[in-house]
């Protein structure tokens, strides 16, 4: 796996190709199409993480079948950030403020250049709302960007443990248990 306090996972690529091949045993063909999610890269990480973790899947593709090649997302999620989000309502009183609703998604103004997008995937009634980072960082899909955006935000309310969205898509939080 990952030792304590290292960023890139050197393993990943065994890892890739060994879950491509239970479900090639199980499903008699290999899928066509990956997104995979990754947490847990600070933002002075994210540049060797895209070079070395993405040729290890790339080559995981290759070893399983040397002519597959499936579409393929890599998705760096980020959830330390100082980034916050408000709505605000005037009234009579003047202006209020509250956290954003649960699937607030933010893809514009305040984002990189590159494929990037904010969520605010749970509902918070006490204390700040805090938004999740996605970085679309490789990308041979053919989905749109607002696939990703429902993709992401649809998988947030896929955690067995709690009825409602959680801050992260669940196999983001299932990589913690």
Known sequence: MQNVG????????????????VYLAENKQLPSLIIFYRDGVG???IDSTKSEEINLILQSFT??????????????????ISDKFFEFEEGRDGTTYRNPSSGTMVCSDIVS??????????????GTAKPTRYQVVHNTTKLSADTFYCLT??????????TGAIRTPACVQYAHK
Not at 7 to 19: C, P, S
């Open 113 to 126: 250049g590159s494929f990037e997008y904010f969520i605010c995937a749970q509902n918070v009634t006490q």
């Open 6 to 21: 290292e960023e890139i996972m050197k393993t990943v690529g065994r890892l890739v190709e060994r879950a491509l091949r």
């Open 43 to 45: 933002d002075s990480q």
């Open 63 to 80: 070893r399983v079948n040397p002519s597959y090649n499936p579409q393929f997302a890599h998705i760096i999620v980020t959830k330390r």
């Open 153 to 162: 935000f649809q998988q947030c309310f896929n955690y067995y443990n709690w």
